[in-house]
């Protein structure tokens, strides 16, 4: 493990982070004659396509969170080290990481993304956003403590921006916390206030651009702008957001007094991608070569969120679970075929499965290929797809129990505030 | 709800604390011509039980706990605040919230209590105690972590401080945590890491006194005792502790290094409690009358582990939830007799119906009057007890379907180290 160990006698696979790019890196090389080490910071792996269930009180973090190493536990080839990686010396051949250095003979960087405030960092204590199991946790907080707090207020005279909610960014994620956010304010805290409605609650969904859901068709956004509007949401696109602060947000055409505002507009690379050699795109994303290396460095991969990389026809490939899944997939079958002395697999070809997003109890858009879902079909089939990626049986059986409960008794399963 | 309300038509009975006891005095007087106010600095009702197997990575925070005001949603007479009380004011009649103040004609302090360290608080940092959701993750923190970096330390040669695991007091509490790291240690973990043995762990369960589980009789202590021992779990008896410090625990005749160091052996009333007017025993609980008010303020009940009472026999009413929820039945009770001018209710007299405490995977000791129970058996009717008493037919349905998988499959369904 130590940088003294580079000796060792099968050639070692570093493969930094463990979410769907490196877990499947590691998958892929299982058969091979490598040490594989999987570095990450958190003892688990997190499904991140459901993170918003957690932050919005649906499902607890174990039901989305498995540890890494128990993921790993029967492939002979691997193991597995908590700790966080804070630099790549490429020239040593070896990461710096909090317990040490590792040694490497291949690297794939497999770190993801971190949120992005487009150079105001100063917003992210008003506006946290969703990439880990705190940040979910922390996001929870708010959401069930902003109800609190209004209810304390309820003999003072309306505080109505304590019930102000203010989601920023028209993504997938942005759409789901906003859906789920009037599932709870709606449905879940129903005949459970005095002072308060909680269905007065107002949620507002910003979103930069000319329609939420870019990535999906016209069609689709707009049956998704339409339900969240049925279900109080107020969309508004087209609203660049200007300043954020501890009281709401500034819009280049007015204001939102909110207590609580939640970042779901952008996303960059982390610090160790940003660090690497080579070209990176704006999001600090990597630039890599056709085989997902590094140029100039064929020993080191950068996949999934960390990799800036254009498809054959010019568009970039997505950051999203499928894409990162397939490039860890790709790297792991190159370094096995390289180390193994075969030749190494045609360039990496993303193939694009289609988009989903779900707005909240019963209604989500879905697009695969030719085929387009709205409402309860479109609903199910996201549960359906959803479910069947999760890994396991229990995380499947619980969280389709927990789904079922949910929308036969409209409660949400997980309302607690915790920490600080 | 502040001071200025105090004008209310219905005489308001404000209820500071919604574990058991708390929650039921409440719902005692759902039927009252009375205002209930139900404050809690949390926004939920914590299962204190099974704390520990939340500490343990057995279950998620949200199996065993529940929003106070979804608990009290159908009791039109009840409303709950989210809020710290910091001082009552007897004279005035109300108490302090951090969100202001809140005046009453009936109080009942239902405050529990807090871990005791002896005089010794500056250990609380180095051993912590169990009695929040907060605890109860930052121990699974401290379990699980202590795992990790003993594997990161692998290469550099043993460390088994890292993997020794001291558990100081050995009553209820004390032996399950110790029993349930075992199981961690020995099954939960098997064939995870490849640097260390989990099952080698070392843990070592500290009892000052002349034996584990004071409060059962000997034979089923020293079942227990004979079982934890089987376990792994090194039990020692007669053993004072002298110092907690970062690296383990000194104790009267010798050292035990040990990265955790888990604090089970102590209680004592909250602040709150400690500074009512009147007596308070050792422990800063309140001496409270035969009807459980304060003597001199026939207002205020403490009730639970806030208050020091003697059943007629010369035995304290232990510090256990039956006899919190019994305590809190009765002043529910005995106030909406008083407030409608009824003749008050005997003196409160406490039934025990038994006790129990689990060992680990398949046993348990049980006393209920004259019958014992121990092994499985013992394991069987304690597992259908804690079940039958969690709150809600979800949470029995998913502890119990959470404890099927955990028993076939050996594992634990919440092993993730979150928090900082």
Do not use: C
Not at 11 to 30: K, S, T
Not at 384 to 404: K, T
């Amino acid at each position: 493990m130590r940088g003294q160990a580079i000796a060792a006698v099968r050639p070692r696979v570093v493969i930094v982070g463990a979410g769907f790019g490196g877990l499947e890196a590691a998958r892929a090389l299982a058969g091979a004659a490598v040490e594989v080490v999987v570095i990450d910071a958190k003892n688990h792996h997190t499904f991140q396509p459901l993170l918003y269930q957690v932050a919005t009180a649906a499902l607890s973090p174990a039901a989305i969170a498995w540890p890494i190493r128990h993921l790993l536990k029967t492939q002979a080839n691997a193991r597995v080290l908590m700790s966080r990686v804070v630099a790549v010396d490429p020239t040593a051949h070896q990461v710096l990481t909090e317990a040490g250095p590792v040694a490497y003979d291949q690297l794939v960087i497999a770190t993801g993304a971190t949120h992005s405030y487009f150079g105001h960092d100063s917003w992210e204590a008003f506006a946290p956003g969703l990439k880990t199991i705190e940040d979910a946790l922390e996001i929870r907080r708010r959401i069930l403590s902003a109800f609190e707090r209004a209810e304390l207020a309820g003999d003072d005279g309306a505080a109505p921006e304590l019930t102000t909610f203010v989601v920023v960014g028209g993504g997938p994620t942005g759409v789901e916390l906003a859906g789920a956010i009037g599932e709870i304010a709606r449905d879940a805290l129903k005949s459970e206030f005095r002072h308060i409605d909680p269905a007065a609650a107002r949620i507002v969904l910003v979103e930069a651009g000319p329609r939420i859901l870019p990535t999906f068709s016209e069609a689709l956004a707009a049956d998704a702008a339409r339900r969240l509007a049925r279900y109080g949401v107020d969309v508004r696109t087209r609203a660049k957001v200007v300043d954020v602060d501890a009281s709401g947000v500034t819009l280049e055409d007015g204001r939102i007094d909110a207590a609580t505002v939640l970042w779901a507009a952008g996303v960059r690379a982390g610090a160790l991608t940003a660090d690497l050699p080579g070209q990176h795109d704006r999001a600090g994303r990597a630039q890599v070569a056709a085989d997902l290396s590094l140029p100039g460095h064929p020993e080191i991969f950068v996949i999934g969120d960390a990799a800036a990389l254009a498809s054959p026809d010019g568009r970039p490939v997505p950051g999203i679970a499928p894409a990162a899944k397939q490039m860890g997939a790709y790297v792991g079958r190159l370094i096995a075929r390289r180390l193994s002395g075969r030749s190494p697999p045609p360039a990496f070809r993303y193939r694009h499965a289609g988009d989903l997003a779900t707005i909240g109890r019963g209604a989500a858009v879905v697009r695969l290929g030719a085929i387009q879902l709205t409402g309860l079909p479109g609903w199910l089939f996201w549960g359906f797809i959803h479910v069947y990626f999760l890994i396991g049986l229990r995380a499947r059986f619980f969280v389709a129990l927990d789904w079922l409960w949910s929308y036969v008794t409209y409660h949400r399963g997980a309302r607690l505030i915790t920490g600080a």
